[in-house]
T-cell receptor, first 113, second 118 residues
Framework: GNSVTQMEGPVTLSEEAFLTINCTYT??????LFWYVQYPGEGLQLLLK?????DKGSNKGFEATYRKETTSFHLEKGSVQVSDSAVYFC????????????FGSGTRLSIRP | DTEVTQTPKHLVMGMTNKKSLKCEQH?????MYWYKQKAKKPPELMFV???????INESVPSRFSPECPNSSLLNLHLHALQPEDSALYLC?????????????????FGAGTRLSVL
């Protein structure tokens, strides 16, 4: 079945450091890929998306590229801020109809001032 | 606007109580979802409504009863819950009537209702 694997946390970085959170997936067909962010005590926010191979999603300085050849969708940011501290979920959509999103286990990110 | 509104934000209930969670979206989305999220875990799908009809029930116990009164509203009725049902309950919506997002199942989430069952 479809699945998403992302790097275990927690990840702790200093402010202005470079961030990479790895995500790989297993899927049949051509899923859409997402990164969601969950700030403490809040719901999920869609951070960025990519709906076909080689698409690059970007938002708030974060980027991720849909790599079909390596089945990956790694999240990157060039210079993190304390306000980026949150849990990040990589996810894929199984299809075009209303269906479940498959989430990774989540990666907790903490940024030190 | 990509807003999904959930009420209440917090809810404490006893095991014999009956309560309801509410979710509303005005984006013209045709699919709505309930997810349950336990601490330090990803969300787990409970129910999916597509065009106001229940299309997926992930074997959820009958003490959880979903309802979709119209295309903008989604309720989750709770009765005789157990302490292990304490969690964050998230609503999401997707599938506008048209446009590029139609075929991509891009789901937008609300802020959730944090439920404690005593």
């Amino acid at each position: 079945g479809n699945s998403v694997t992302q790097m275990e946390g927690p990840v702790t970085l200093s402010e202005e450091a470079f961030l990479t959170i790895n995500c790989t997936y297993t899927a049949t067909g051509y899923p859409s890929l997402f990164w969601y962010v969950q700030y403490p005590g809040e719901g999920l926010q869609l951070l960025l998306k990519a709906t076909k191979a080689d698409d690059k999603g970007s938002n708030k300085g974060f980027e991720a590229t849909y790599r079909k050849e390596t089945t990956s969708f790694h999240l990157e940011k060039g210079s993190v801020q304390v306000s980026d501290s949150a849990v990040y979920f990589c996810a894929l959509s199984e299809g075009s109809s209303a269906s479940k999103i498959i989430f990774g286990s989540g990666t907790r990110l903490s940024i030190r001032p | 606007d990509t807003e999904v509104t959930q009420t209440p934000k917090h809810l404490v209930m006893g095991m014999t109580n009956k309560k309801s969670l509410k979710c509303e979206q005005h984006m013209g989305h045709r699919a709505m979802y309930w997810y349950k999220q336990k601490a330090k875990k990803p969300p787990e799908l409970m129910f999916v409504y597509s065009y106001e009809k229940l299309s997926i029930n992930e074997s959820v116990p009958s003490r959880f009863s979903p309802e979709c009164p119209n295309s903008s509203l989604l309720n989750l009725h709770l009765h005789a819950l157990q302490p292990e049902d304490s969690a964050l309950y998230l609503c999401a919506s997707s599938h506008p009537r048209g446009g590029a997002e139609l075929a991509k199942n891009i789901q937008y989430f609300g802020a959730g209702t944090r439920l404690s069952v005593l």
